[in-house]
């Protein structure tokens, strides 16, 4: 006991908290705390202390027996990680027809902390295209990808405004989505990104097209921003998500 309590004291207070959620099985209702310093091997002083954090953050609750269940947040989360795993289900074919219908590669970025992800990727056909690859990691700062996710997820924009995306990096001046970018990730590329989204609005992925800049002019932009819409207009469907982020500026709303 006395060993593990001292690795305990080494962990950082985010990985005691986790080891606390990660303490309930599958088949527990509620955990007491002897229960719950048994499986953690922390005192009962350091759960109570966790406990309380996690309470106001709504990750466990405190029944008036004075046991504890997951609470609000950890299904939330784990909503989120299904559709986003249905999503990852779903996208292949909609990024084949994507490239099909457009010439241009078409890629799924999921966020990682302050990166986008390349979690799938089809490349198009043409000799000359960008060479993103399934895995890659790439800033949000640069690129169309990135902007959605600055724009639209609340993990990484609570200080921006939804939707309140300039003028001049929507293909279509009314509407917020998509984005499109020339140059930034690349001095020679461009890119289209739209994002996907869950019940409650939230970002669960975006879908970009990309490749040579001279291939992206606005005429251009316009129609392969349409194409995207709409794909990514059923996909949020499909996934029983909120079709809000993607509706028109009003005449006269900030941009």
Do not use: W
């Given at each position: 006991m006395g060993k593990a309590?001292?690795?305990g004291k080494a962990m950082t207070s985010v990985e005691r908290a986790l080891a606390v959620l990660?303490?309930?099985?599958?088949?527990?209702?509620?955990l007491s705390l002897a229960e719950l310093a048994e499986r953690t091997r922390f005192y009962k002083s350091t759960i109570l202390r966790l406990a309380r954090s996690l309470q106001n953050a709504h990750f466990l609750v405190r029944l008036d027996s004075g046991r504890y269940q997951l609470g609000?947040?950890?299904?939330?989360l784990g909503e989120i990680c299904k559709r986003g795993t249905t999503l990852d289900g779903l996208i292949m074919p909609v990024l084949r027809?994507?490239?099909?219908?457009?010439g241009e590669s078409a890629t799924l970025y999921v966020r990682k902390g302050e990166h986008r992800f390349c979690l799938r990727r089809v490349d198009s056909q043409r000799t000359l295209r960008d060479h993103i690859r399934e895995?890659?990691?790439i800033p949000l700062t640069v690129g169309a990808p990135g902007r959605v996710?600055?724009?639209f997820d609340l993990g990484v924009s609570r200080h921006m405004k939804r939707g309140a995306v300039p003028a001049a990096i929507r293909t279509s001046a009314a509407n917020p989505l998509p984005i499109v970018t020339r140059g930034e990730y690349d001095p020679e590329l461009a890119a289209i990104a739209c994002g996907v989204f869950g019940p409650e609005a939230e970002l669960l992925g975006v879908v970009s097209l990309s490749g040579p800049i001279t291939r992206f002019r606005k005429r251009e932009a316009q129609k392969m921003g349409e194409i995207l819409l709409d794909a990514c207009r059923q996909l949020t469907a499909r996934l029983g998500g909120d079709l809000a982020p993607y509706a028109a500026h009003k005449p006269?709303?900030?941009s």
């Amino acid at each position: 006991m006395g060993k593990a309590v001292t690795m305990g004291k080494a962990m950082t207070s985010v990985e005691r908290a986790l080891a606390v959620l990660a303490a309930f099985q599958a088949d527990d209702t509620s955990l007491s705390l002897a229960e719950l310093a048994e499986r953690t091997r922390f005192y009962k002083s350091t759960i109570l202390r966790l406990a309380r954090s996690l309470q106001n953050a709504h990750f466990l609750v405190r029944l008036d027996s004075g046991r504890y269940q997951l609470g609000a947040a950890v299904v939330r989360l784990g909503e989120i990680c299904k559709r986003g795993t249905t999503l990852d289900g779903l996208i292949m074919p909609v990024l084949r027809d994507l490239v099909a219908r457009t010439g241009e590669s078409a890629t799924l970025y999921v966020r990682k902390g302050e990166h986008r992800f390349c979690l799938r990727r089809v490349d198009s056909q043409r000799t000359l295209r960008d060479h993103i690859r399934e895995g890659d990691l790439i800033p949000l700062t640069v690129g169309a990808p990135g902007r959605v996710f600055l724009h639209f997820d609340l993990g990484v924009s609570r200080h921006m405004k939804r939707g309140a995306v300039p003028a001049a990096i929507r293909t279509s001046a009314a509407n917020p989505l998509p984005i499109v970018t020339r140059g930034e990730y690349d001095p020679e590329l461009a890119a289209i990104a739209c994002g996907v989204f869950g019940p409650e609005a939230e970002l669960l992925g975006v879908v970009s097209l990309s490749g040579p800049i001279t291939r992206f002019r606005k005429r251009e932009a316009q129609k392969m921003g349409e194409i995207l819409l709409d794909a990514c207009r059923q996909l949020t469907a499909r996934l029983g998500g909120d079709l809000a982020p993607y509706a028109a500026h009003k005449p006269g709303a900030a941009s």
